[in-house]
């Protein structure tokens, strides 16, 4: 594979060919990619083949600046499709199944490879693209769907929508909800939500657009199954680059096998966790990311000194059922930053801020002004989530 990519791919070939083995080979980062396509508009000099054998592109959600395009030919598609599939096997979904993707069919990857995946599983694939959310609740009703996949926090919308038209999810046919784009299915209280909600059982995965998806549930939902047939990984100190062993957080860095036509080397995911490679209970062997995706590297948060991930702040949230939507303002006092957090409180907000500032301070060490503000008014997501603000 080296010698195929050191030949036909630029952007690889000078890393490639300078070393003599893997662990030689630089880290590719992100801010590569972007430099590349922008001195190579638009697609940038990872591909490996002629543009003309590329069928697919999509693009990277931008929530850290410019969007990235990322091509697929047929063969680089069909093993993102086999990827995903190891995410529904993972959590049951089986012949019969009827897969609904509550999506509206954007250029993100993530729900067209869930999509048909699911056909290819042999499945019946419902779209929920062109829809609202009313209609999406009725579609799946009338249906039958029985898994739904879509993000974290849209699976809450559509709980939350369902409450006010009087649906009871809960008793629909749905028995797995899958989900990805943000960590919230593996925060113990969103799982649990979500799973209450529609009476499912809630898995996680993690996937990138411009990786491929990586980690997967099994049944026994121990951490996140690494796909390592497809997928070399390696932990790293996110400061020094040198590597960490299982059981010490690092930063996640990635090789995809099976994505020719724009493949991605060492690459640093950004992602922060922590690998046990100790056997599953479910007979899979080889590297899990214990307790999910605990944070990205960029997303971190320092309030007077203490460090901070949103997923921390969205796990304290939603131990209270009564907060429908959330948003964390972090503000810039005399070089101090400060966290606001905002609830929409459905019913009495009584006590609740007081409440959720205690428990701040007692689990996270740090002090949040909680203001609660009337219902409706703070943004709903579809994809992914963004609750953070910075305010100068
Ligand atoms: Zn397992």
């Not at 995410?87 to 049951?92: I, L, M, T």
């Not at 490879?113 to 056909?119: G, I, L, T, V």
């Amino acid at each position: 594979m080296r010698a195929f990519l050191a030949e036909r791919n630029a952007f690889y070939t000078d890393r490639l060919k300078r070393c003599r083995q893997f662990h030689d080979i630089p880290f590719t980062t992100k801010q590569q990619l972007v430099d590349d396509q922008a001195d190579s508009p638009p697609f940038g000099t990872n591909l490996t083949f002629p543009i003309e054998n590329y069928t697919r592109i999509h693009q990277t959600s931008g929530t850290a600046g410019k969007p990235i395009l990322w091509l697929d030919t047929p063969e680089s598609w069909n093993w993102w499709l086999r990827c995903w599939a190891e995410v529904f096997k993972g959590a049951g979904v089986c012949r019969g199944d009827r897969v609904y993707v509550a999506f509206s069919f954007g250029p993100f990857i993530g729900f067209w490879a869930a999509f048909e995946a699911a056909q290819q599983m042999g499945l019946m694939t419902i779209s929920g693209g062109g829809q609202s959310t009313e209609q999406r609740l009725q579609s799946i009703l009338q249906r039958e769907a029985t898994v739904l996949v879509c993000t974290p926090t849209y699976a809450l919308r559509l709980a939350d929508v369902a409450r006010e038209l009087g649906l009871e999810m809960s008793r629909s046919s749905i028995r797995v909800t899958v989900h990805a784009g943000e960590p919230g299915a593996s925060i113990p209280e969103t799982r649990k939500r979500i799973e209450q909600s529609f009476g499912a059982k809630t898995f996680d995965h993690v996937g990138m657009t411009e990786m491929g998806a990586y980690g997967f549930e099994c049944e026994k939902q121990s951490g996140l199954h690494i796909n390592e047939d497809e997928f070399i990984a390696e932990m790293i100190d996110p400061a020094t680059g040198a590597e960490v062993e299982d059981g010490q957080k690092g930063e996640l860095v990635l090789t995809n096998l099976g994505r020719m036509g724009m493949p991605l080397i060492r690459y640093r995911t950004g992602d922060l966790s922590v690998i046990s490679r100790d056997p599953c209970e479910c007979g899979r062997r080889g590297a899990r990311l214990m307790g999910g995706v605990l944070g990205r590297a960029d997303d971190m948060i320092t309030i007077r000194g203490i460090n901070v991930f949103p997923s921390a702040v969205e796990s304290i949230v939603r131990r209270y059922p009564e907060i429908v939507e959330f948003a964390i303002e972090i503000h810039r006092h005399r070089e101090m930053h400060e966290l606001h957090l905002k609830v929409e409180v459905a019913g009495n907000p009584n006590g609740v801020a007081e409440r959720l500032a205690q428990e701040f301070s007692n689990d996270l060490r740090i002090r949040a002004k909680v203001e609660p503000v009337a219902e409706g008014t703070l943004p709903r997501f579809e994809l992914k989530s963004r609750r953070l603000r910075v305010v100068e």
